[in-house]
């Protein structure tokens, strides 16, 4: 059997940038003298002219994407998720938020698979910050093909968008020719009738493995990869609630304020339905192998399955 083919999304953000910037003289990236760590220097090779580095300020970052935006240029402003999201918050808020400028936002290193950068750098917050601020995407996508899907379709979209990569090499899961990649629009990946896993980003590939595990045990495991958490496909979501009757959300962030509370929120008002949350649960990261770390917090394949089987 061949070796399953790994990229991490990160890699995936670079490199759609520099495509993008070949076709569209609009695009300009800035970043925060982080351009090796986000990939961005793969656009700035390619466009130098349009690449800006405005070193280790975030805050000002976010104010010189906002002024670019009311230009008519179409910025991507890109950093560690913690700085992002974190750090930068007020002004994403205020200056691109509230007047809903065309700003997009790329996140990289987010999550506890940052590994050995520890606590301080693993934005388990990200999603759920991004998700109050009024008229904001917020993209997560699972692999190679879906982290590109989403820089174009950020691009294409009028508003502001936060798109979360990763900094750990993933499967690549949606190289098909049928795949379609649609903001809002969540996939069903795998079919099943005993229960819904509706999972984002990183984990779910996990997932995938971890519905076969649990089909050997008789367990129909239906699996839903939402790569647009905001705004949410409730449709699909709902619909698959009432069809299985159990839901486990899966997310590489705080089981409070992402994925799992957004599924909850329509749930509860439309369909009220039994679900487990997975993902880190109120708790911070710590330094370690990411691999390691995944297992630990509960995210690796083995551990989902476990959790999943003991819930059903």
């Known amino acids: ?29 800035l970043d925060a003298d982080l351009a090796a760590a986000t990939k961005t220097g793969v656009f700035k090779k390619a466009h130098p002219e349009r690449f800006i580095d405005c070193g280790i300020a975030e805050c000002n970052m976010m104010g ?6 009311a230009t008519g240029k179409v910025p991507f402003a890109s950093s560690f998720a913690m700085f992002a999201a974190g750090r930068a918050f007020e002004q994403v808020r205020n200056s691109i938020g509230y007047p809903h400028l065309n700003v997009k936002i790329g996140a990289t290193h987010a999550g506890i698979s940052v590994g050995e950068d520890g606590a301080t750098h693993q934005c388990n917050e990200d999603i759920a ?47 098909r020719p049928d795949y379609k990649f ?51 496909d409730e449709d699909l979501v709902v619909a698959a609630a009432k069809e299985t009757g159990k839901v486990v ?25 039994k679900v487990m949350k997975i993902g880190i649960n109120d708790t911070f990261g710590e330094s370690g192998p990411a691999l390691e770390l995944l ?18």
Do not use: Q, W
């Not at 297992?295 to 059903?312: A, N, W």
């Open 182 to 232: 649609e903001l809002g629009k969540g996939v069903v990946l795998r079919e099943g009738k005993d229960l819904t896993i509706i999972a984002t980003g990183l984990p779910v590939s996990n997932c995938l493995e971890a519905a076969e595990k649990l089909a050997a045990d008789g367990i129909d495991a239906k699996v839903i990869n939402i790569h647009t958490i905001k705004p949410l």
């Open 249 to 273: 959300t899966v997310e590489e962030h705080s089981v409070i304020g992402g994925l799992g509370s957004a599924v909850c929120d329509v749930l509860s008002e439309k369909a009220p339905t």
């Open 295 to 312: 297992k630990k917090y509960g995210l690796d394949t083995d551990s989902i399955y476990e959790k999943i089987k003991e819930f059903v």
């Open 1 to 29: 059997m061949s070796e399953v083919k790994k990229i991490a999304t990160r890699d995936s953000y670079g490199n759609a940038l520099a495509e993008l910037g070949t076709e569209h003289e609009d695009v300009v990236v």
């Open 64 to 69: 010189v994407a906002a002024g670019l935006a």
């Open 129 to 175: 910050l991004m998700r109050t601020i009024p008229g904001m995407v917020v993209i997560n996508p699972s692999d190679d093909v879906e982290a590109r899907a989403a820089v174009r379709a950020a691009y294409e979209h009028e508003g502001p968008v936060y798109m979360r990569f990763g900094r750990l090499a993933v499967p690549v899961i949606n190289d």
